[in-house]
């Protein structure tokens, strides 16, 4: 397995597969302690290695059990074979998961290169394997601090992958303009400028409440807003010092709620290149611009994306989430096969009866449980690239359900 970028939301999915693959299977009979994980991290020896698998198989060789001392001999040994095509451990690492299981009935050997560094060592002999450092990975996000403020309300919010999240507003009332002259006039001013400075210090503090218990997991802090409203909450210095040194830039945003949020990040964008959401809306831009420019090369919809796909004509497919349903091929008497999605195979059989009226008799073709799977699975074949939308991220989510039907294709040519 190659490097992947761990914030693609189609790369998730895929760790998310082989840790599900992984932790369904058990030793050949469900409880003798034969299949191996060693979690080797980066910067390692090989020779280490090397030495710790010839030592394990000396020790099994003193195992009691003539089946179990045989299964993990053999898994050993595939280990030792195979580990010398290393001339280094992986810049992130290596996972390596083998053994007899009783789901295939033969000998599994699993070689993953983690999609960031591991730091945990780990050699160990069970009826399971173990996937623990895969599922910390998946809780793995880049993540922002959005605080957007103006001189009566501020919004603080949070990028995490490719959501966004308002986490609190905050109101506070400062005078408007008044009429007033002279002394008067003087200490209105005061008064507007104290009330304003407080906001401040108030949106601060309940800054410093929200990120302060998130402060390892913060990649950096983005301060928006209106005119001087941005650069004078930094100047007030109520930000807690921690969280002073997480601010990557001030930007300008001129709404609160969420579509101040999402004007913040998409002003910032240049700040946060690394995250899932700045490439989503790289690769939509990119997708407009083919609209504009080549619409020929932009296949819309079910029927032409999956057949542009299994041609490997597609450079890249966008897929709504919401549309991960089970996969059916139908065919109706001798007319062309169409693809349909439905909720469940069951539901196949009546919705063909129903297309397939006066059409002649249906043929139904379960081609997969998932649709997305089914996509991942045959864009590995061709070198597509697969980006799934979530309801999450709310603006590509809406454009490409409004806009597309909810998949379409950017061809290569």
């Keep these: ?36 994980t060693i979690w080797i991290p980066p910067k390692t020896p090989v020779s280490e290695i090397s030495a710790l698998i010839n030592q394990e198989l ?25 580990f010398k095509a290393w001339p280094q451990i992986p810049e992130n690492g290596l996972l390596i998961f083998c053994g007899w299981t009783q789901q295939s009935n033969d000998l599994e050997y699993w070689e993953i290169i983690p999609p960031i560094p591991i730091q945990k060592k780990l050699y160990m002999c069970d009826s399971i394997f173990h996937v623990e450092v895969l599922e910390e990975i998946l809780k793995t996000h880049h993540t922002y601090g959005i605080i957007i403020v103006e001189r009566d309300e501020s919004t603080i919010g949070l ?26 006039q003087r200490r209105f001013e005061r008064q507007i400028e104290s ?28 301060v928006a807003g209106p005119a001087f409203a941005k650069e004078d909450f930094v100047d007030v210095d109520s930000l807690d010092y921690r969280l002073r040194k997480k601010i990557i830039g001030l930007v300008s945003a001129q709404y609160q709620g969420y579509e101040g949020l999402r004007e913040a990040v998409n002003n910032a964008i240049n700040l946060i ?63 062309t096969e169409r693809y349909i999605l439905v909720d469940s195979s069951k539901d196949a059989e009546q919705i063909a009866k129903d297309i397939c009226k006066d059409l002649g008799d249906p043929k139904v073709d379960i081609v997969d449980e998932s649709l997305i799977n089914f996509v991942l699975d045959k864009a590995s074949n061709v070198s597509t690239h697969v980006i799934i939308i979530s309801k999450d991220n709310k603006e590509h989510f809406d454009q490409l359900k409004s806009g597309f039907g909810g998949i379409v294709g950017l061809a290569r040519y």
């Design 58 to 82: 000396a020790t099994a060789a003193r195992i009691k059990s003539r089946t179990t001392r045989k299964h993990v001999q053999a898994a050993l040994r595939s280990i030792a074979s195979k």
């Design 273 to 335: 290149k690394e995250t899932e959401y700045a490439k989503q809306k790289e690769a939509f831009d990119e997708l407009m611009e083919a609209m504009n420019i080549s619409p020929e090369k932009v296949v819309v919809g079910l029927q032409e994306t999956m057949r542009a796909l299994e041609e490997g004509r597609l450079d890249k497919v966008f897929i709504a989430e919401d549309l991960d349903k089970v996969l059916a091929k139908i065919q109706c008497g001798n007319k």
């Design 159 to 184: 990028l995490q992958g490719s959501t966004i999240r308002v986490l609190k507003r905050i109101e506070t009332y400062v005078h408007g303009k008044h009429g007033k002259g002279g002394q008067s």
């Design 195 to 222: 009330a304003y400075e407080y906001h401040l210090k108030k949106t601060a503090e309940e800054a410093n409440k929200i990120f302060l218990h998130m402060l390892d997991k913060l990649n950096g802090i983005i």
């Design 1 to 36: 397995m190659s490097t992947w970028d761990i914030e693609d939301k189609a790369v998730r999915r895929k760790i998310l597969r082989i840790v599900n693959d992984l932790k369904s299977k058990t030793s050949y009979d469900g409880h003798s302690t034969t299949l191996v």
